[in-house]
């Protein structure tokens, strides 16, 4: 019923969108004959206003606007009316002074063209301005989606990771991993280069410790140039920063606190005084989750003994979260320009468990049981620094950036579980603990080169080396007779090392007229990589391949505000440390997981199309997407015929998928306070393996709904609502679920002080998810019961005022892969 109702609305969405569309079409389709244009330039720096408004009125009735149009990001516009007459143009934009043109539009003079209309800056305060055309929150550039979070009243008071559920093709889930396009195969940057603080397992809790206030907007790039490493089968989510880097300063505080006990804190602040620019923040979070449940019944169809397993437990969530972030961008003159950056951060999360288990033989008589009380620790952090060096030449556009970035990412990982109550003799080691040191270090040097040749050409090359290590160490101990702990015998597989030596070079070309854009490009990759068993050296390898990954893009501007683009891909994914390493973990030797050092890259043919239009009160983003992968690395779970009592989890390119996908981004403004979004789409995977002999197929789809109301005296009201459908596995199902929220407001102290109370999830306490895998020799249902229901308070404050640019170097190092497992936005898990 819920994804019948799920296809009923989406459709209805199209069936709007369609018809909203014809609407507009079909009023400018008779206005065509009549039409304005121009560009508005500042008139003290020769700089484009871009999003300012244009309203036409007839002279005679000057404030009743005709027609009102918003300018590009190039502070352009065009503009058809539909009868001749003496008419007024008005310009407004935050921070100038309106300017007013007459002009006359006549049979025998039916296009104005104004040319460049300059503006000047504000030299007096104004109490408001009020502003017709709505800056739009979604805009499309050749090779990416744009959202602006910074115009999103609930950036405000939201965190990064409920304002990605707005951006197109985005999905975040009731486990909060962040899909793109449906799937978890992709990268997520800052500030246009990777950062170790969105990297890893822990990505989601890093993106709700990042308060939206310090967010301008969100790329999501699904068409990556020749300049971006061949990785990252989905694309890129690039988040960008507030950097408004102006003599003076800037900055925010916030806090807020939820009734589940979390807490958090953010400080942001930006300077420039001279040719020195500064940026940086910190956050701290506190994060507590309250029980969750679970049921798990498994069943091995080829053992008679331990045939059937019911396992029941609950579980908690604690941890504290550190991190921060800095820039820092010194301009020696016009053409040399030098920044440096570095980030840390650091975490403990804590999970307590509890669990009670059932072993019954095939005739339903119980072998053993038993209870254990365990907590699983993860310690994690970061450390990186990059520097970039830009020269610039006498030629407008053109430089060269030499860069370096260094990073290192230790996580660690353990956990201690207890056993009591105790029946029958169960085969399994109950008291165990377990100790897994693992760390990623890197090292990458680049050189761009970008050259625009002339208005409509431009060119770019550059040149890149990786030095990538994976580490990993483990130990296991055990209770012994006299109950004091005891290191089992080591593994030759625990102690770990993979070391990658990647090469690349690129070259890339771009031509844009007023209507028509191409990118294209081809990247050329070698890779070697070095596995090392310390312990066994008879098992180490090497391996050596290249890739060759080209890319086009073509974009076709229909109307001003109207455009199609199209492009296709090739990408590639490299294994990280998570996949790779060969440990075999038998905390329950019955169901034991390790991973495959044997592991080859992913590689991936991507096609997209995209058409959007954006009208002063209706916007619309559809993307459509075909992927075809034929060697993915699945995680899949399999039992020997030679020891048919051991079920066994690991990965392998044993995957071809396919996917087809519909995407939906829609905007509408009824009134003027009002405005309804819908972020949706639909998606058919089509997964096979030969290796396994199975397959599997079907439709996902997910929608997001959301509704702000904008109150006298500053209030504000949101409502939001989701449903996400059930997911495709190569073995086994997920089920769909679906969760609301709604908040409200308030600013003071001229928009300074920004207070919001939000309620999650109200009309049902638990989010429910079931997991289900059949095969031939086992079958598993798991049940989860999420606590989602929760209050929060959020208290956000802005401060400064700052008057004039600084530069930001145009290329940095962005180091996007490698394929990562169990992070939001960083892996593929497909199995069970």
């Known amino acids: 019923m819920k994804k019948s109702l799920f296809l009923i609305a989406l459709s209805l969405v199209f069936v709007i969108a369609t018809v909203a569309n014809g609407h507009v079409g079909a009023g400018l389709a008779s206005a065509d004959q009549y039409t304005i244009s121009g560009q508005v330039v500042d008139s003290l720096t020769n700089e484009p206003i871009p999003f300012a408004t244009v309203g036409v009125a007839f002279e005679q009735t000057p404030s009743l606007y005709v027609n009102a149009v918003a300018c590009d990001d190039n502070g352009k516009f065009e503009m058809q009316l539909r009868a001749p007459g003496n008419y007024l143009m008005t310009i407004q934009s935050v921070g100038i002074n309106a300017v007013v043109k007459p002009f006359t539009l006549t049979e025998d003079n039916k296009k104005v063209d104004f040319g460049k209309v300059f503006v000047h800056e ?136 939820g009734t589940f006990g979390g807490l958090g804190a953010n400080t942001f602040l930006t300077a420039k005084t001279g040719k020195l620019g500064l940026t940086g923040n910190f956050n701290y979070s506190n994060m507590r989750r309250p029980w969750s449940e679970n049921e798990n019944e498994s069943t091995n169809f080829i053992n008679d003994q331990y045939y059937k397993e019911n396992n029941n437990g609950r579980y908690k969530n604690q941890g504290v979260f550190m991190s921060g972030n800095f820039e820092a961008s010194y301009e020696f003159d016009t053409l040399r320009l030098l920044s440096f950056g570095g980030n840390l951060r650091n975490g403990v999360s804590e999970n307590i468990m509890e669990m009670a288990l059932e072993m019954f033989n095939k005739s339903g008589v119980l072998e053993y049981s038993y209870k254990t009380d365990g907590e699983n620790r993860y310690e994690f952090g970061s450390t990186g620094a990059n520097i970039d060096y830009q020269r610039s030449t006498s030629k407008k556009g053109e430089n060269y950036t030499l860069s370096y970035r260094y990073s290192n990412s230790p996580n660690n990982s353990g956990n201690i579980s207890h056993a009591k109550d105790i029946t029958g003799t169960p085969p399994i080691r109950l008291d165990q603990w377990y100790d897994n040191k693992a760390s990623t270090t890197e090292h990458t040097g680049q050189l761009d080169y970008i050259n625009p040749l002339n208005q409509k050409h431009s060119i770019e090359a550059g040149v890149k080396y990786i030095l990538r290590q994976n580490i990993s160490d483990v130990k296991q101990y055990v209770y012994d007779t006299n109950g004091n702990w005891m290191e089992l015998p080591i593994n030759v597989n625990s102690d770990f090392e993979h070391i990658s030596n990647i090469y690349s070079a690129y070259g890339g070309y771009s031509f844009r007229t007023a209507k028509i854009g191409v990118r294209t ?87 997209n199309l995209n058409y959007s239009f954006f009208s002063r009160k209706f916007t619309l983003n559809l993307s459509g997407s075909y992927s075809y992968v034929n060697n993915s690395i699945e995680r899949y779970s399999f039992i020997r015929q030679e020891t048919n009592e051991v079920k066994e989890t690991t990965y392998d ?99 300074k002080l920004t207070v919001s109370l939000m309620f999650s999830n109200p009309f049902s306490q638990n989010l429910k998810i079931n997991v289900s895998t059949t095969t031939d020799y086992f079958e598993t249902n798991y049940k989860m019961f999420y606590p989602m229901r929760e209050g929060r308070i959020s208290i956000s404050y802005r401060f400064g005022n700052m008057k004039e640019g600084v530069k930001k170097v145009q290329r940095s190092i962005s180091n996007d892969d490698v394929k990562s497992g169990g992070g939001g936005g960083s892996g593929i898990d497909v199995g069970m």
């Open 521 to 607: 490009g081809v990247r050329v990759e070698g890779t070697q990589q070095d596995v090392k068993f310390r312990l066994d050296d008879i098992k180490n390898f090497d391996v050596k391949y290249n890739n060759v990954v080209p890319n086009v893009t073509v974009s076709y501007q229909i109307k001003p505000m109207q455009t199609i683009r199209a492009g296709y891909n090739l990408r590639i994914f490299r294994p990280s440390i998570w996949y790779l390493n060969p440990y075999v973990n038998d905390t329950d030797p019955y169901n034991i997981s390790y991973g495959n050092p044997d592991l080859v890259p992913e590689k991936s043919n991507s096609i």
């Open 122 to 257: 504000q030299t007096q305060s104004i109490n408001e301005v009020s502003v017709w055309a709505q800056r739009p929150l979604v805009k499309v550039e050749i090779d990416k989606i744009v959202y602006n979070v910074e115009d999103d009243p609930e950036s405000k008071v939201n965190n990064t990771l409920e304002m990605l559920r707005k951006v197109p093709m985005v999905t975040v889930d009731a486990e909060d991993k962040v899909l793109l396009k449906g799937a978890s195969n992709f990268k997520i940057y800052l500030n246009g280069k990777p950062s170790n603080m969105l990297s890893g397992q822990n990505v989601s809790d890093v993106l709700k410790s990042m308060p939206a206030n310090n967010i301008k907007n969100i790329e999501v790039i699904t068409d990556p140039g020749a300049r971006y490493d061949a990785e990252g089968i989905g694309g890129i989510i690039n988040i960008v920063t507030i950097k408004n880097l102006f003599q003076g300063y800037q900055g925010s505080v916030s806090a807020s606190a």
């Open 653 to 751: 390119n044993i995957g071809r998928s396919q996917r087809s996908g519909l995407f939906v981004n829609a905007g509408w403004t009824p009134i003027q306070k009002l405005r309804i979004n819908f972020n949706g789409g639909m998606s058919y995977a089509d997964l096979k393996s030969a290796e396994l002999e199975i397959a599997n197929s079907g439709l996902t789809g997910n929608c997001f709904v959301n509704a702000i109301l904008t109150l006298p005296k500053d209030f504000r009201i949101n409502a939001n609502a989701m449903y996400m459908s059930g997911a495709v596995m190569l073995q086994g199902k997920q089920s769909g679920y679906y969760f609301s929220s709604f908040s409200a407001n308030k600013d003071f102290l001229q928009k």
